[in-house]
């Protein structure tokens, strides 16, 4: 395997090469790992578990991997034997539900590992794929994109600057019209609203506030998938308490299909000196067959590469391992935001508020 150490310089440059996102197919394949330089054709690849609904059965023993040499890919190839190639970094995006096995199998063979949002759906496995990736001594970072969208990166300046003071209250949500459990997901019942939306929400809050979460009281809701052969929660709203600021997350997977986007999302901050506001009122709007807003975070490639927020992370990541840096998004982070999911999924069957120091310990 090639040591990060002795990458070249045209690897940070050429790092990220290409992506695809299907949300046709419920596929994310992220196969953004190109690295080249000098008489070198290949240094590294990244390899995705493919998330998507045509593989249902792969899921099963954790996952098929697709690797990406420059901009093809190749055939599937079962963890073994992406384990015992020399490929230097791995993205896991398999259902939220599987994340351990295929995290645990890279990291055990010196792979670099970046894993998409939630970590694990379970506490004691993201302990377990943290511990593991320290003692073989490699990187480890959880995609939770918003962390390098335009506007959250705004917030975070702006609470960083002292403009707004201190966070007082806070409102958050993320939505996904009911397309997205009974179309473009073959595993609905094995995640939720809860485990698919929410990490992206509090993670960015924990980051924008720089507070960790006290105490969380959940409601919730299963009416409309639960009667649809869907065994997910239809809406949750969560109440979080943090060290100073409190915050409302909500969360649905039943926004009916007719909205204009496939995501509603809305983020509000009171501090001690002013507030902002971040919604997702549409920029482009799109009268034909009917009304629509485009996803605002879709890829657009033009010059040759694409542009996404989402791709912003990959980079960073590419970066961390090239220049050995530990990356932004941690594997501890991944773990507090599975912990505060899980105080919220206590809540919701014990009807009482969970302290997060319940669920830590």
Not at 8 to 33: F, N, P, Q
Not at 252 to 274: C, E, H, M, Q
Not at 307 to 321: K, N, T
Request: net charge negative.
């Amino acid at each position: 395997m090639q040591a990060a150490g002795r990458l070249s310089s045209a690897w940070i440059a050429e790092a990220v090469r290409s992506a695809i996102y299907d949300a046709h197919r419920g596929v994310m394949l992220k196969t953004c790992w190109t690295a080249l330089g000098g008489d070198e054709t290949r240094i590294g690849d990244l390899a995705i578990a493919d998330r998507g609904r045509y593989l249902p059965s792969a899921f099963d023993v954790d996952g098929l991997a697709i690797g990406a040499v420059g901009s093809m890919l190749l055939a599937a190839a079962e963890l073994a034997e992406l384990a015992a190639s020399d490929v230097v970094a791995v993205g896991i995006a398999t259902p939220d539900h599987a994340h351990k096995g295929p995290c645990l199998a890279m990291i055990e063979a010196g792979k670099h590992v970046l894993v998409e949002k939630p970590l694990t759906t379970d506490l004691a496995e993201a302990r377990t794929i943290i511990a593991a990736a320290e003692r073989a001594g490699v990187k480890l970072m959880v995609d939770f994109q918003l962390r390098w969208h335009p506007h959250y990166m705004g917030v975070k300046a702006a609470m960083e600057s002292g403009e707004l003071g201190e966070g007082v209250m806070g409102y958050a949500r993320l939505s996904d019209t009911i397309h997205v459990p009974t179309e473009m997901l073959a595993w609905g019942s094995a995640s939720g609203p809860e485990w698919f939306l929410f990490p992206h929400m509090m993670d960015v809050t924990r980051w924008i506030l720089g507070e960790e979460p006290v105490e969380v009281f959940a409601r919730g809701s299963k009416r409309v998938l639960k009667s649809m052969g869907i065994d997910a929660w239809d809406a949750v709203q969560a109440l979080v308490q943090f060290e100073r600021s409190f915050v409302t997350f909500e969360t649905s997977w039943i926004v009916p299909a007719s909205w204009p986007s496939v995501v509603d999302n809305r983020f509000t901050l009171y501090g001690t000196k002013g507030c902002l506001e971040l919604a997702s009122a549409p920029g482009l709007v799109i009268a034909a067959e009917r009304y629509r807003s485009p996803f605002s975070s879709h890829a657009i490639t033009r010059y040759g590469k694409p542009f996404a927020h989402f791709y912003e992370s990959i980079r960073h990541f590419a970066d961390c391992v090239a220049q050995d840096q530990e990356p932004q998004a941690s594997g501890h982070d991944g773990l507090m935001a599975t912990a505060m999911i899980q105080a919220t999924l206590r809540s919701l069957d014990e009807g009482r508020g969970v302290k997060m120091a319940e669920v830590l310990t």
